[in-house]
């Protein structure tokens, strides 16, 4: 076997070997996830209604620039958090732990926590901050902080100041980068849409559930058992296989004789009863 051929063959593999983390249903086939490392186990769909979801925050301009205030001032109480920190009592470390910090407005010393834990995220300090700032952006954050009690929207802001002391009285940096990203991400939404006409990820015949031995009903929550290593509902919990067009997937005998029965035609009534005799209700 060259190559090729094996590529190939451990490819298609792959794309056989594993149904959307999200919804259970299809088998990715990549088209818009292949570069996003996060969303790989997801098929198109759940990528593109995840895109929709972002889009409610994005579909007017008034709304990303309330949100980029917002993100702006947290910034900034964070960096006033790291530079009035005096340390850690027990070890004097002024690392802190980067997520406990842009979660939750935490302080947690980072050293302290590795030792406890054995891991922890990223660590973060104001020495690190202000580097960094300085290194790309050319300014003194300590200054800011102290002078304009906030910071530059971005890095060109940053540099129309470092020219123009009196940028700050006429600037509209935030609004032009609002703007920007509002625009930016219909396009990019609009790209998504196009892209999925071309999806090719496999739908299951049959419901599947994430657990490997049960389900729950959709109308009463009552267990339900799956096909163990298969991971799919039994054709008597599906509603299509007794001819029925409803938003529930999984429902157990029980509810679909109290709602449904009167719908079935002979076959499927007749079936039903034989369910019910098996004592599967």
Known sequence: MN???KQNHQQK?????YYCAGCQQRKPCGVLTDWDSEWKSYCCGCYYQSEQQRAKEYNSYEKVLVSKQREKQEHIQQLQLLKNYLGCQQCRSKEVDAYSLYKNNRLVCWACLVKKLGRASSPVSFTGQ?????????????EWLEKFQGLPVNKNCAELWIKDKQHLDNCRCLELEAQESYLLFASSLQKIRDKLEKCVCEVSEKIRVSSDDYAWCKKCKKTIAAASKKRVIKNRND???WGLKVKKKVLCLECIGKKFYKRMVEWQRKKFREYVRRRYV
Do not use: C, D, E, V
């Open 130 to 142: 202000s580097k960094w700032f300085r290194k790309y952006w050319g300014i003194r954050i300590s």
């Open 3 to 5: 190559w090729n051929i």
């Open 13 to 17: 593999h792959l794309f056989k070997s």
């Open 239 to 241: 509603p299509r296989f």
